[in-house]
């Protein structure tokens, strides 16, 4: 069922569409391969938050899901809850079994692809608040006459790296699934490489998965290249600083090299269409190697609101125009 959000685990009155697939009601979604319902005639207000409801008339082991949601699931006891208000048996703050919403739009409609990790993701910021960076951009090319046209897809996956998978596969990986397939897609940026930095000395199991900042460079410069390919224009982010960060053995000094090397790359080679600074509006200015603290959500990797804001507020809507 899909439905608008009132509150909580409430619906609109009224607003539910029962969703089919290829006419049916229930469907079966093969290992590796989507499902995609059927159209439904159902009008909301850009910026909405949508509900869609999913009875599972067996026990279910939640395969595939988007782990950091920050948002609420509500989650039901036993039996078919998907037209009404659900009564709560308990929450989860990830998404299980959904993609995404395809919106039906105009020949000019387009969308921007925000394709990174956990500071994509919005670890850090305010649950059902949506005030993730991709959050902050998509209310302001709605507010713009000469953007209003464009959609905003946060295709951000906490813990993703460029060259290996972790919490999902890695950014090379899914690039045709989640950025080149994805409806729309005009303008992709790309922000992902501080947990090639970090990982390696995070995790045991991951020291054999250390990088050179060339390799990170090399795994965007693919990037760039098959995006290029298709037709798209990308926009290259800059690492944020994460000296101090609270999980141990993620920073590093020679971690902090790569970083700026990137970042240099990234500036200057001319690779990208254009350059987002997130670096610079983020960090401390009398210390450049860390966040600024009003902009720190408390583990100084990732930013709080304010520096979703500032990063969501940065980004020039001339360049997608």
Do not use: C
Request: overall charge negative.
């Amino acid at each position: 069922t899909l439905a608008q959000h009132a509150k909580g685990a409430a619906l609109v009155p009224g607003s539910e569409h029962k969703l089919t697939f290829a006419g049916r009601s229930s469907f079966d979604i093969p290992a590796r391969a989507p499902a995609l319902s059927d159209s439904a005639d159902f009008d909301f207000a850009a910026g909405s938050d949508l509900v869609i409801s999913v009875y599972l008339p067996q026990e279910t082991p939640a395969t595939t899901f988007h782990q950091l949601a920050v948002a609420t699931t509500y989650v039901s006891p036993p039996g078919d809850h998907t037209s009404a208000d659900m009564p709560v048996a308990s929450t989860a703050t990830s998404w299980f079994f959904l993609t995404g919403v395809s919106v039906e739009g105009s020949d000019k409609d387009a969308a921007v692809v925000a394709f990174g990790d956990s500071i994509t993701d919005g670890y850090g910021s305010t649950a059902d608040a949506n005030r993730r960076w991709p959050d902050v951009l998509a209310r302001r090319l709605e507010g713009e006459r000469r953007t209003a046209h464009l959609a905003v897809l946060n295709e951000g996956i906490s813990g993703n790296r460029t060259q290996f998978d972790y919490m999902g596969p890695s950014a090379l990986a899914r690039l045709d699934r989640d950025v080149l397939g994805a409806p729309g897609a005009k303008f992709v940026i790309l922000l992902e490489g501080i947990n090639n930095i970090g990982f390696s000395g995070a995790f045991e199991d991951r020291a054999n998965e250390a990088v050179s900042a060339e390799d990170i460079i090399a795994s965007q410069q693919q990037i760039v290249d098959r995006v290029h390919q298709r037709g798209l224009k990308i926009y290259g982010g800059t690492l944020t600083p994460f000296e101090g960060t609270t999980f141990p053995g993620y920073f590093t000094e020679q971690g902090e090299q790569k970083r700026q090397a990137v970042n240099r790359w990234i500036r200057q080679s001319g690779a990208f269409d254009a350059v987002i600074d997130f670096d610079e509006a983020v960090r401390d200015p009398a210390q450049p190697s860390r966040m600024l603290p009003a902009y720190d959500s408390g583990d100084h990797l990732h930013p709080n609101d304010a520096g979703y804001e500032v990063m969501g507020e940065l980004i020039d809507l001339g360049l997608f125009r």
